[in-house]
Each structure stands twice: as C-alpha cells, then as structure tokens.
C-alpha cells in the first residue's frame, strides 16, 4: 500500500505526524517516535511571550543598578514555567537534528511584529528543516476589526517567509471572518502548507479555588470543524494542507484525507497512549484503505472535498438542512 505524500517540500512515507507538542523535549522519546515511524518531527512552539520577556530581561541587566528592584515581577510568566527558554530551544533543535533521520520542525507562537522574528532566522541557523508559525490570538479588543486581524496575520506570515529560506507552514485558529480569503493571502506569499486548526484551549473554572483551569485533551469530535474546511479549501490552494484536532484513529486519517489533507497532526493521542500509538495509527489506515481496494492515498485525497461539487454554496445548505432535519428522538 502506498501512503506516501508531499508536505512542506518534503516527500514522507506517510500522513501521520506527531504535532508540536511535550514529546518532543526529550529525546528518548523523540527517538521512539521515530522508531514507531515517525515521518518528521516537529516541536513544541517558543511563544513570543518567552522571547519578549529575555529580552526585557537582559536590558533590565545593563540598564538597571544593581541595587534596583523591578515592582511588577510576574507581568510576564517566570521562566520556570516555560520548559524550554529561547537558547534551549535552538539547543534543542541541534540536540533534535542530530539523533534522528527525519526532517525536524520548529515552532513559533506570536502574533505582532516584534524582534522576537529574529529568531526565525536563528532556527534555521539552529538546523530545523522548516518552520511553522503558530498564530494564536483572541481578538477581545471590540474597536479592532476583523480585516485588520487578518491583515496583521498575512503581514507576520510574510516577515517569517522573507526572513528564512527553509519551508514554512502557517497553523490558523478557526476564528477569522473571511476563512477562505485568509487562505488564499497566504497561499498568495508562497508559504508551502496552511494547517487547520489551532486549538483555542477552552477555560473551565474552579468554583472552590477561585482558579481558570486547564488543559484538555481532543477527542475526534474536534475533526469534524476541520474536515469542512479542508473540503472547502483542497484544490484552490498552491500549499499543502494539514489537519490538527481530533485526529486519533486510522478513520480519523482516512476522513481527513477524502477532504483533502495531504497529512494530518496528532497529539492527544499520541500523549494518552505513547509514541507506539503512531505505528497503530496507521496500521489502520492501511488495512482501511486495503479493504477498502485503494491502492494509495493519493487515490483517496480530496474525493469528497467541495471541488467535486458544481455548487459548493448550494452544497453547503443543503447539507446543514440535512444534518438539522436528520435528528430523531
């Protein structure tokens, strides 16, 4: 069975990749990631925040007198509590590139124009085969407009393209006004892959402790969002597309690349049942596609995308009036 596709320049064996996520900072399980096959690995994301903040803290430094006392220490987060600070990081990426065969993907979270795109220029320097913007942010400011929110995402994408020459991806939020105009922008800057969907992380609230919590896992409930978006977009792009969010299972592939994915991301799983879940993964992928008498992936991809539609709009309505008149008690 052939499971072979193209994504951000690179030819992998097959779609399953580990996302950025804590897998990655130890290298006795990056190693078993891909012992169980992983095709790349990719890591978890250096947020603007921490780079902001060593900046701050080297000019604190030199600026400051020795005898000087900062009197908002925790407006940032303590470095403690980032895993890996900036210099680690590109360490990391060394440390990374060194033990494996396999293209290795660094991670930037940010959003504004700041001094920290600098260091998109440092993780190449540091190895990384590619890079992948990870642009999260809530827009909460009610004066803002969507346009402009939008319009500051392409204009980042395009200081992180014109600042490297290894192959970038651009992970999106689902949360923008004009999702299909916002792809084809940055498809525009060519970017080699757009992934579908960053994970707004949901709070829920402690009523006892009077504290914001946490962090929950996806399920494969959370595909269903990027399964539509995938079949909206595949075939109107230039650039790869990835799935990330609620893939778990063999299925969970198999339905992300009939929208059209060239690869898809997993985390949750990989985090609740080890590195060795990957090599399950697509264990069952392949058997699907065997039963199913495929005889490649790319025979699969984008079969029922809205391409394959004459009407997409009218698809789409009819489709939702379904789903809606399709309840029975």
């Not at 400051?64 to 990391?92: I, K, M, N």
């Not at 979270?109 to 795109?117: A, P, S």
């Not at 827009?139 to 980042?156: F, K, L, M, Y």
Request: aromatic content about 6%; some cysteine.
């Amino acid at each position: 069975m052939d499971l072979s596709t193209s994504y951000m320049g690179f030819h992998l064996p097959h779609p399953v990749i580990p996302g950025a996520s804590p897998l990655a900072d130890n290298l006795d399980t990056v190693r078993q990631l891909e012992d169980a096959g992983a095709p790349m690995i990719v890591l978890r994301s250096l947020f603007e925040e921490q780079i902001v903040r060593e900046e701050l803290a080297l000019t604190q430094s030199v600026e400051s007198g020795s005898e000087s006392q900062a009197e908002a220490h925790t407006y940032l987060p303590w470095p403690t509590r980032f895993v890996l600070g900036p210099d680690e990081y590109l360490r990391q990426i060394e440390r990374i590139g060194a033990a494996v065969s396999v293209p290795v993907i660094a991670s930037l979270n940010g959003t504004t124009h700041g001094g920290w795109l600098a260091y998109a220029t440092l993780i190449e320097q540091a190895g990384a085969d590619g890079l992948e913007l990870n642009v999260y942010e809530l827009a909460t400011d009610p004066d803002e407009t969507g346009a402009a929110i939008e319009h500051r995402v392409v204009e980042v994408a395009r200081d992180v393209k014109d600042s490297v020459s290894i192959p970038v991806a651009v992970k999106l939020s689902p949360f923008y006004s004009s999702m299909a105009n916002l792809a084809k922008r940055l498809d525009a800057l060519h970017i080699e892959a757009l992934l579908l969907f960053n994970r707004f992380y949901q709070p829920d609230i402690d009523v006892e402790q009077l504290e914001v919590l946490r962090v929950n896992l996806s399920d494969s409930s959370e595909l269903h969002l990027r399964l539509r978006w995938l079949g909206i977009l595949f075939g109107r792009l230039r650039a790869a597309l990835g799935a990330t969010g609620g893939v778990h299972t063999g299925i969970d592939v198999v339905k992300a690349v009939m929208a059209g994915a060239d690869v898809v991301q997993v985390v949750s799983a990989l985090l609740r049942h080890g590195p060795g879940r990957l090599k399950h993964i697509c264990a069952e992928l392949t058997n699907w596609l065997e039963e199913h008498e495929y005889h490649s992936l790319k025979q699969m991809r984008g079969s029922m995308s809205l391409l394959h539609c004459p009407d997409p709009k009218a698809y789409e309505r009819a489709n939702y009036m379904k789903i809606l008149q399709s309840w029975t008690g």
